[in-house]
T-cell receptor
Framework: GAGVSQTPSNKVTEKGKYVELRCDPI?????LYWYRQSLGQGPEFLIY????????DSGLPNDRFFAVRPEGSVSTLKIQRTERGDSAVYLCASSPTSNNYGYTFGSGTRLTVV | DQQVKQNSPSLSVQEGRISILNCDYT??????FLWYKKYPAEGPTFLISISSIKDKNEDGRFTVFLNKSAKHLSLHIVPSQPGDSAVYFC????????????WGLGTSLAVNP
């Protein structure tokens, strides 16, 4: 596709449930980033992939959060035992290389934990 | 503790006038700075960037100024247009393999016709 695609666009889940958020980057982009944005805040870094490997996962808040990118393209962010504080917009971005800071962002997945 | 600060939550200007959005940072190790624009229900869109070795970068109506000694940067939009109304985020990145961006809280710009 022409842009970064994130699905679902909205997700409502009950506290304690497991969720998966999907990101389809721009074809050929080797770098992929996950950020999350809470209301009234700027985006907060979660994890960065270069190819299939997580080059920096220092932003994952705890071990309930995990992300994979098995074939170096699509990435899935997985959240176990969701908590109300996980409610946010989860943003995915990709760039041609890790040296290009002008990421292209998707529209995000709005996660609401009730 | 906010390493990138945008102290004005909102700004309102008249169409055709200059918009000046400000950003301050605390970490002297930041070596690259970016501005993103965000419309509601969309992801941020890259606007313009500047390396720490420069003090100015211009792209059409958008100019970013960097004052390293003051740890301050600003985005100038001239002339401002109603379509520029959005939230503007300042972001910064460090050196080496650290590619993550540290973001400010954003400034909501309203350009009035």
């Amino acid at each position: 596709g022409a842009g970064v695609s994130q699905t679902p666009s909205n997700k409502v889940t009950e506290k304690g449930k497991y969720v998966e958020l999907r990101c389809d980057p721009i074809s050929g982009h080797t770098a992929l980033y996950w950020y999350r944005q809470s209301l009234g805040q700027g985006p907060e870094f979660l994890i960065y992939f270069q190819g299939t490997g997580a080059a920096d996962d220092s932003g994952l808040p705890n071990d309930r959060f995990f992300a994979v990118r098995p074939e170096g393209s699509v990435s899935t962010l997985k959240i176990q035992r969701t908590e109300r504080g996980d409610s946010a917009v989860y943003l995915c971005a990709s760039s041609p290389t890790s040296n290009n800071y002008g990421y292209t962002f998707g529209s995000g997945t709005r996660l609401t934990v009730v | 503790d906010q390493q990138v600060k945008q102290n004005s939550p909102s700004l309102s200007v008249q169409e055709g006038r200059i918009s000046i959005l400000n950003c301050d940072y605390t970490n002297s190790m930041f070596d690259y700075f970016l501005w993103y624009k965000k419309y509601p229900a969309e992801g941020p869109t890259f606007l313009i960037s500047i390396s720490s070795i420069k003090d100015k970068n211009e792209d059409g109506r958008f100019t970013v100024f960097l004052n390293k000694s003051a740890k301050h940067l600003s985005l100038h939009i001239v002339p401002s247009q109603p379509g520029d109304s959005a939230v503007y985020f300042c972001a910064a990145s460090g050196t080496g393999n650290n590619r993550k961006l540290i973001w400010g809280l954003g400034t909501s710009l309203a350009v009035n016709p």
